[in-house]
């Protein structure tokens, strides 16, 4: 059974930071893309970062680029998102996502990311 456990949203004052966690289970996560994606209240679900399996090769989303960072442990079958700089507008819900191919890919529950003064 997939699981994952998303940690680390909250409410955050722009300028801020934080780190999000994402403990995945169930599937191959060393051999899986791991990405983060975002929906805001209206939006459609965007992709904020991705990290490929087998050299770690980022890429992100141009609004994200040199405020964001993107890792994974795979002894830990974790994934992370550290932000910073945050802004009003990089509030959303953040969701983990996993890739182990084109047919398998599976989504975390999300994990609310509030950025107002």
């Known amino acids: 059974q997939v699981q994952f456990v998303e940690s680390g949203g909250g409410l955050v004052q722009p300028g801020g930071s934080l780190r999000l966690s994402c403990v995945a289970s169930?599937?191959?996560?060393?051999?899986?893309?791991m990405s983060w994606y975002r929906q805001a209240p209206g939006k459609e679900r965007e992709l904020v970062a991705r990290?490929?399996?087998?050299?770690?090769?980022?890429n992100y989303a141009d609004s994200v680029k040199g405020r964001f960072t993107i890792s994974r442990d795979n002894n830990k079958s974790s994934v992370y998102l550290q932000m910073n700089s945050l802004k009003s507008e990089d509030t959303a819900v953040y969701y983990c996502?996993?890739?182990?191919?084109?047919?398998?890919?599976?989504w975390g529950l999300g994990t609310q990311v509030t950025v107002s003064s």
């Open positions: 996502h996993a890739e182990q191919s084109s047919l398998l890919n599976y």
């Open positions: 169930g599937f191959t996560f060393r051999g899986s893309a």
């Open positions: 990290i490929t399996s087998v050299f770690g090769s980022t």
